[in-house]
């Protein structure tokens, strides 16, 4: 059974830095896209960034230049760098992997105070 667990949220001033962690059970090697999403309060889940296998990125437009995604295959965890933080990124961050199927996590908080 495929596991990705999230953590790095939390609270912090507009401005601000977080790093989000997504340790997954397995080898990272063997996902074709891994990637995050988030879902504010009343909203629907979007798209954040993703991280093919051979390393190429994307990103949601509201968030280019302000996050990076990347990887460590040694720790089979994928990370989610997140500067300029601003109020409108607080949500629920989930992580999610692709194979036969999509797996997620089970998400963390992260708010961004005025």
């Known amino acids: 059974q495929v596991q990705l667990v999230e953590s790095g949220g939390g609270l912090v001033q507009a401005g601000g830095s977080l790093r989000l962690s997504c340790a997954i059970s397995?080898?990272?090697?063997?996902?074709?896209?891994m990637g995050w999403y988030r879902q504010a309060p009343g909203k629907e889940r979007e798209f954040v960034a993703l991280?093919?296998?051979?390393?190429?990125?994307n990103y949601a437009d509201s968030v280019k230049g302000r996050l990076t995604i990347s990887r460590a295959n040694a720790k089979n965890t994928v990370y989610l760098e997140m500067n300029s933080l601003k109020p409108e990124d607080t949500a629920v961050y989930y992580c999610?992997?692709?194979?036969?199927?999509?797996?997620w996590g089970q998400g963390t908080q992260v708010t961004v105070s005025s």
């Open positions: 991280i093919m296998r051979g390393g190429s990125t």
């Open positions: 397995g080898s990272i090697s063997d996902f074709n896209v």
């Open positions: 999610y992997a692709d194979l036969v199927q999509r797996y």
